[in-house]
């Protein structure tokens, strides 16, 4: 029986040949691949991305590059989404890592609001500030949402799932010092996680220092199921499902 999987965050535009990644990807099971958009000057380069067999969009302006967003950016946003097909919004939220910052929060509540208003789910970067990304989703209506790279607390944990959100496991969750992740991917609800590599960035335990990849999606399901005591079957079956009722498929 051949296992699929969906890799619910990656970076396939920053590849040089993202048609090769994609087929590697697909040898390996991973018939689906979701790319979250960083800023507006990239998102040619993801649209030509989504146009592969199996690849789909996600625009967004991300935190990391709030320097980078200009002031109409977010209006061109909405035309994006409006005329290019996106399974979400982002990736987008707050990272706290360098500083909070009125611009920062401003640019991931208009974010919101345009999700809500287009009934799309937000794919969420939450670094050093995820009581912060929860609170002003709570403020905009808790949007459906999923938390790429979790890895808060349990009362962070039971938050998420409180607002409806989910969460996107990776190669953070394979490494020996992951200990209070893998307690809480262990029995964390079978219907609120998403499979995600964020490739290029992130390598799974044992690749360090090489580039990230879709195609490893498969060896995340593998890491969660050893975790869970399910089967990998189990991990394909319920993941597809997640990600069919997440981005509406």
Request: charged letters at 15%.
């Amino acid at each position: 029986m051949t296992l699929t999987y969906t890799d619910s965050h990656c970076h396939l535009d920053w590849f040089a040949d993202p048609a090769a990644v994609t087929a590697e990807a697909a040898a390996a099971g991973v018939a689906r691949i979701v790319i979250a958009a960083t800023t507006r000057a990239h998102w040619a380069d993801v649209a030509r991305c989504a146009a592969l067999p199996g690849v789909y969009a996600s625009y967004g302006l991300h935190p990391l590059y709030q320097n980078a967003h200009q002031d109409d950016d977010l209006h061109a946003l909405e035309n994006q989404i409006r005329t290019q097909p996106s399974v979400a919004i982002g990736e987008c939220g707050l990272d706290f890592q360098n500083g909070d910052s009125a611009a920062q929060r401003a640019t991931f509540a208009a974010q919101i609001d345009i999700a809500r208003r287009h009934r799309l789910p937000l794919m969420l970067h939450a670094r050093k500030s995820l009581d912060a990304v929860l609170h002003l989703l709570q403020r905009g209506g808790n949007p459906r949402f999923v938390i790429h790279s979790f890895t808060g607390s349990d009362v962070q944990l039971a938050r998420i799932f409180a607002q409806g959100g989910y969460i996107g496991i990776g190669g953070t969750s394979t490494y020996p010092r992951a200990a209070r992740l893998q307690r809480q991917l262990a029995t964390v609800p079978a219907g609120r996680y998403l499979l995600e590599t964020d490739a290029p960035d992130q390598p799974l335990c044992g690749r360090q220092g090489a580039p990230n990849r879709p195609a490893y999606t498969a060896d995340v399901a593998a890491h969660l199921a050893r975790l869970r005591g399910e089967t990998p079957a189990t991990i394909s079956a319920q993941s597809e499902n997640n990600a069919n009722t997440f981005f509406n498929w």
